[in-house]
């Protein structure tokens, strides 16, 4: 199983940017991925996740209302469009995935690293003020 990340890269304030992530490998068709991110000196957090079952979403406060999480399901690819970026999102995006047939509500803990058996390599996004 592999995830591979793109997008990322450098912005100002209020600019967007877009994270896809793409999941080959895995055996069956449904599955949860998330997208977290992990700033310097910081502990790495969960921004938002997606069930592919039945498309539902979650975000974390910080992020809700200026990030959008979608998947393509017959390409395994999620992405998250970030807009209004803040120089507070600087940090390193990681998606993640788990093979589930669950909708998120029966996900117990969706923010957790533990809950994701795969991880993708990390890109950056860089806010400037």
């Known amino acids: 199983v592999q995830l591979v990340e793109s ?7 209020g600019g967007s940017l877009r994270l896809s992530c793409k999941i080959t490998g895995f055996t069956y068709d449904d599955y949860v991925i998330a997208w977290f991110r992990q700033a310097p000196g910081k502990e790495r957090e969960g921004v938002s996740c997606i069930s592919s079952s039945d498309g539902t979403t979650y975000y974390s406060d910080s992020v809700k209302d200026r990030f959008t999480i979608s998947n393509d399901y017959g ?32 996900i117990s803990y969706p923010f957790r690293q533990q809950t994701y058996d795969y991880w993708g390599q990390g890109t950056q996004v860089t806010v400037a003020s």
Do not use: I, W
Request: hydrophobic fraction near 35%; aromatic fraction near 8%; charge should be neutral.
């Open 7 to 13: 997008g990322g890269g450098s912005v100002q304030a």
């Open 75 to 106: 390409k395994k690819t999620a992405t998250l469009q970030m807009n209004t970026l803040e120089p507070e999102d600087t940090a390193v995006y990681y998606c993640a995935a788990v093979q589930s047939p669950f909708t998120l509500s029966r």
